[in-house]
């Protein structure tokens, strides 16, 4: 194994990962009924992208030439 690379992978995993945490968490915010008004319907669509792109995740590194992306819109 290429230690090099192996590092690289660990530093940018290590980093990106806290990164996401962190924004899940932010999104976890908005629970706050207090400063925000939400339909059930759309935070069902807010779970759905956060599940689907975990799942893309899981199904890049299964097989990592496939590649999808986009972005989120209510």
Sequence with gaps: MDTAKHEKFRQLAESRTNKAIEAISRIGNLSNRSL???EEAELRKVIKALRDSVSEV?????????RTGGSFKL
């Design 36 to 38: 925000y008004e939400w």
């Design 58 to 66: 899981e199904q890049r590194f299964a097989t990592p030439k496939s």
